[in-house]
């Protein structure tokens, strides 16, 4: 099995819509309250420029992490 890091701007936005859709979907099983918005990283504010790269999905994915710990911890509180 290889590993290919997404090599696309668009190919990211597909799968993170598509997890987004799967962690909207989880929130309403659990009967939590609120709604998971998607918020887009500020790729401008982390030096990042126009072409994306292998850093570009890790703020993404760290973006993703906060957002889903902030739901959490919400829930709790």
């Known amino acids: ?7 696309s701007w668009e190919k ?3 799968i993170m819509a598509e997890f987004y859709d799967i962690w909207q979907e989880a929130l309403q099983k659990r009967s939590l309250p609120g709604h998971f918005a998607r918020m887009e990283p500020n790729f401008g504010e982390y030096g990042l420029g126009d072409q994306y790269t292998l850093p570009h999905t ?3 994915y760290a973006s993703i992490m906060l957002q889903m710990i902030a739901t959490a911890q919400s829930v709790r509180n």
């Open 1 to 7: 099995m290889d590993y290919l890091p997404i090599s």
């Open 12 to 14: 990211s936005h597909q």
């Open 58 to 60: 890790a703020v993404q």
